[in-house]
């Protein structure tokens, strides 16, 4: 068992492996070009040792953000020209809206931008440098939640949707096989695309060629329609309002209504963004049979029955009430996501009774540290010291145990998908760190 000292030590060597000078790429080969929400995660990490990097992380990333607010999932490096779906997939020139100088996708990754960035400033040991940072962010992060609550709150509720599996985050989760199944691909409806994920890591660990054809073809709606909102989402068969990205949402609201105080802006729309969409989480997702919030199919007009980790995340944003959250415990501590008693890892992304579970698959099982660091902080919230403290081990043990990759199975142990990936190794230091560190606006 590695000491704390030499993990931590460990973890700064992935995250500086991973740089590129300007920002940190996910994985060494998998993922060379700048991701959103990992972004944020990486930064989150940085605040607690290097400030001035933290910053620059989420500055970078910015500035692919697109004029109607939409922040890009991808901000494409340049210099790696062997990464494929690349650049010229998206077809982003046919927006009016997107970046002209900086190469971006045209789709976008759960928001979890406004509390990286108040973090940063909370950490940052310069407190001016710190409030300086939130003023030029403000109103990007003000620019980006307008866009999602403009373009994406298609009912006037309060509940953002989803127009591609990737937005989510949760790129291959069983949330979407139904959506998808919808899809009649037929000759001619398929861009041209290549692959090089299957080249890098196991073909069996990654989506099906038929699951890639439908993303293809939903981004080929995307600028087909010239990336203009209202006409992709009266022709997609693909619309969902996901569980993470609403939680994470509740929260970055939240987090941004500070922000506006922090620098003396009007922080009232936060507040209200926060809570309508917390409520309508109450209402429409939520399952008091199962203990669980579900995703809501939008296109089909049902909820999606998919047992996953995500359904739990809205503690995080402290959505449920007391009650719920005792529900929410009592199906976390079942053998499907390895409850307190049993040897395995907290928490397989996919009920393991379910029967598309795979402990090794992309999103279909295994578990992913950023699902636990959200329900690690969510457990906390609610006072569920014994269940947190068993994520929190996974989250420690598994990269210390078995090599900081990307996803590990929830029975061995065994790491999966890339190693070196950044996210593992910043989030396990934003635990380790945060014992040591100060706040400035405590
Ligand atoms: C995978 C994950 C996604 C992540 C990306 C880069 O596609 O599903 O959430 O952002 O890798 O790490």
Redesign the pocket.
């Given at each position: 068992m590695t000491s704390r000292e030499g993990l931590v030590k460990q973890a700064k060597k992935v995250l500086e492996q991973n740089w590129l000078g300007y920002a940190t790429k996910?994985?060494p080969r998998l993922?060379p070009h700048q991701?959103s929400?990992?972004s944020a995660f990486i930064a989150m990490a940085y605040a607690h040792y290097d400030s001035p990097r933290a910053i620059q992380e989420m500055r970078s990333l910015f500035e692919g953000q697109w004029q109607n607010g939409l922040l890009p999932?991808i901000i494409f490096n340049q210099k790696a020209s062997d990464y494929s779906p690349g650049p010229e997939f998206w077809r982003i020139d046919r927006s009016p809206h997107a970046s002209k100088d900086v190469m971006t996708s045209g789709i976008i990754?759960p928001p979890v931008h406004a509390t990286s960035i108040l973090h940063i400033a909370h950490q940052d040991p310069d407190r001016d440098r710190g409030l300086a940072f939130l003023r030029e962010m403000f109103p990007k992060l003000k620019s980006w939640h307008a866009y999602l609550y403009k373009e994406r709150d298609l009912e006037q509720n309060g509940l953002i949707s989803i127009r591609h599996p990737?937005e989510s985050?949760?790129?291959?989760s069983p949330i979407w096989d139904q959506a998808l199944s919808r899809i009649r691909i037929e000759a001619g409806m398929v861009p041209e695309y290549r692959r090089v994920d299957t080249d890098i890591v196991n073909v069996i660990e990654r989506p099906t060629t038929a699951e890639y054809d439908h993303y293809a073809y939903l981004v080929k709606n995307f600028y087909e329609n010239d990336y203009d909102e209202s006409r992709i989402f009266q022709s997609s068969p693909f619309i969902i309002q996901d569980v993470l990205f609403n939680s994470l949402l509740v929260q970055a609201n939240r987090d941004l209504s500070t922000i506006a105080h922090l620098v003396g802006e009007d922080s009232q729309i936060f507040d209200q963004w926060a809570m309508q969409t917390s409520n309508a989480m109450n209402e429409k997702l939520w399952d008091s049979t199962h203990g669980i919030y579900f995703d809501y199919d939008l296109v089909s007009g049902q909820a999606i029955h998919a047992h996953v980790a995500a359904g739990f995340s809205p503690l995080y944003a402290g959505v449920p009430n007391a009650a719920q959250a005792e529900l929410i415990l009592a199906n976390l501590n079942t053998y499907g996501f390895c409850p307190l008693d049993e040897v395995c890892w907290a928490v397989p992304s996919y009920d393991k009774l379910e029967p598309g579970y795979s402990p090794s698959r992309?999103?279909r099982g295994p578990v992913w540290i950023n699902v636990n660091w959200v329900l690690y902080r969510g457990l906390c919230r609610y006072g569920f010291q014994a269940y947190a403290e068993h994520v929190k081990q996974a989250i420690i043990k598994l990269p210390s145990e078995y090599g900081f990759y990307?996803y590990f199975d929830p029975d061995t142990g065994q790491g999966h998908g890339s190693e070196s990936?950044s996210?593992t190794a910043a989030l396990l230091l934003d635990l380790l760190l945060e014992e040591e560190n100060y706040g400035q606006f405590d």
């Amino acid at each position: 068992m590695t000491s704390r000292e030499g993990l931590v030590k460990q973890a700064k060597k992935v995250l500086e492996q991973n740089w590129l000078g300007y920002a940190t790429k996910p994985a060494p080969r998998l993922y060379p070009h700048q991701w959103s929400w990992d972004s944020a995660f990486i930064a989150m990490a940085y605040a607690h040792y290097d400030s001035p990097r933290a910053i620059q992380e989420m500055r970078s990333l910015f500035e692919g953000q697109w004029q109607n607010g939409l922040l890009p999932h991808i901000i494409f490096n340049q210099k790696a020209s062997d990464y494929s779906p690349g650049p010229e997939f998206w077809r982003i020139d046919r927006s009016p809206h997107a970046s002209k100088d900086v190469m971006t996708s045209g789709i976008i990754q759960p928001p979890v931008h406004a509390t990286s960035i108040l973090h940063i400033a909370h950490q940052d040991p310069d407190r001016d440098r710190g409030l300086a940072f939130l003023r030029e962010m403000f109103p990007k992060l003000k620019s980006w939640h307008a866009y999602l609550y403009k373009e994406r709150d298609l009912e006037q509720n309060g509940l953002i949707s989803i127009r591609h599996p990737w937005e989510s985050g949760q790129d291959n989760s069983p949330i979407w096989d139904q959506a998808l199944s919808r899809i009649r691909i037929e000759a001619g409806m398929v861009p041209e695309y290549r692959r090089v994920d299957t080249d890098i890591v196991n073909v069996i660990e990654r989506p099906t060629t038929a699951e890639y054809d439908h993303y293809a073809y939903l981004v080929k709606n995307f600028y087909e329609n010239d990336y203009d909102e209202s006409r992709i989402f009266q022709s997609s068969p693909f619309i969902i309002q996901d569980v993470l990205f609403n939680s994470l949402l509740v929260q970055a609201n939240r987090d941004l209504s500070t922000i506006a105080h922090l620098v003396g802006e009007d922080s009232q729309i936060f507040d209200q963004w926060a809570m309508q969409t917390s409520n309508a989480m109450n209402e429409k997702l939520w399952d008091s049979t199962h203990g669980i919030y579900f995703d809501y199919d939008l296109v089909s007009g049902q909820a999606i029955h998919a047992h996953v980790a995500a359904g739990f995340s809205p503690l995080y944003a402290g959505v449920p009430n007391a009650a719920q959250a005792e529900l929410i415990l009592a199906n976390l501590n079942t053998y499907g996501f390895c409850p307190l008693d049993e040897v395995c890892w907290a928490v397989p992304s996919y009920d393991k009774l379910e029967p598309g579970y795979s402990p090794s698959r992309y999103w279909r099982g295994p578990v992913w540290i950023n699902v636990n660091w959200v329900l690690y902080r969510g457990l906390c919230r609610y006072g569920f010291q014994a269940y947190a403290e068993h994520v929190k081990q996974a989250i420690i043990k598994l990269p210390s145990e078995y090599g900081f990759y990307e996803y590990f199975d929830p029975d061995t142990g065994q790491g999966h998908g890339s190693e070196s990936f950044s996210w593992t190794a910043a989030l396990l230091l934003d635990l380790l760190l945060e014992e040591e560190n100060y706040g400035q606006f405590d």
